[in-house]
Antibody
């Protein structure tokens, strides 16, 4: 059974950093493109980054480019998202999700990140 | 433009048909995907590659596309279908994904 669990969310001050993790079970993350997607309060979904397949291709959305590092640990079957220079507008629920045929067929429960002084 | 536009809200009586559109130039070259999101829950994939139903999704959910507009149709709407619905484009240039603005479906 496919399962994704995010961890690492919390309260961080503006300008601070935070690292989110996503642990997968039921499949190997190295076999799929895996993405991080966020949902800000009262706003819609926004894709922010992926790491993909055996080659480990990486891409970031322009909105957070330069402030994110995505990585994968195949031994732990997990991925991480390191976020830097956080701003109030980065406050959101952050989801990891698996890409199958171009759509996201499995999602974690989300990790809440609150950026506030 | 890499935007996907959806109507903010759609209201429908139980048993009627709800149609949600998603418009954007990206859709002329990329498939559309559809998600349902209920309050406090993660999104659920309903439709992939424009018209294919994801595993376990009821037949009353269907997708279609023409030109730069994709449509999610919910036939015989039920109270449990009240949720936010989002469209999404396939990876543009293989690089990034775009989500629509979202549509709140209210079952009257």
């Amino acid at each position: 059974q496919v399962h994704l669990v995010e961890s690492g969310g919390g309260l961080v001050k503006p300008g601070g950093s935070l690292r989110l993790s996503c642990t997968a079970s039921g499949f190997r993350v190295s076999d799929y493109y895996m993405s991080w997607i966020r949902e800000a309060p009262g706003k819609g979904l926004e894709w922010i980054s992926y790491i993909g397949g055996r080659g480990g291709a990486i891409y970031y959305a322009d909105s957070m480019k330069g402030r994110l590092t995505i990585s994968r640990d195949d031994a732990k079957n997990s991925l991480s998202l390191q976020m830097y220079s956080l701003r109030a507008e980065d406050t959101a629920i952050y989801y990891c999700a698996r890409d199958v045929r171009g759509g996201f067929d499995s999602w974690g429960q989300g990790a809440l990140v609150t950026v506030s002084s | 433009s890499s935007e996907l536009t959806q109507p903010p809200s759609v209201s429908v009586f139980p048993g009627q048909t709800a149609r949600i559109t998603c418009s954007g130039a990206i859709l002329s070259t990329q498939y559309a995907y559809w998600y349902q999101q209920k309050a406090g829950q993660a999104p659920l994939l309903l439709i992939y590659q424009e018209s294919e139903r994801a595993s376990g999704i009821p037949e009353r959910f269907s997708g279609s596309s023409s030109g730069t507009t994709a449509t999610l149709t919910i036939g015989g709407v039920q109270a449990e279908d009240e949720a936010h619905y989002y469209c999404q484009s396939g990876a543009v240039g293989g690089l990034y994904y775009v989500f629509g603005s979202g549509t709140q479906v209210t079952v009257l």
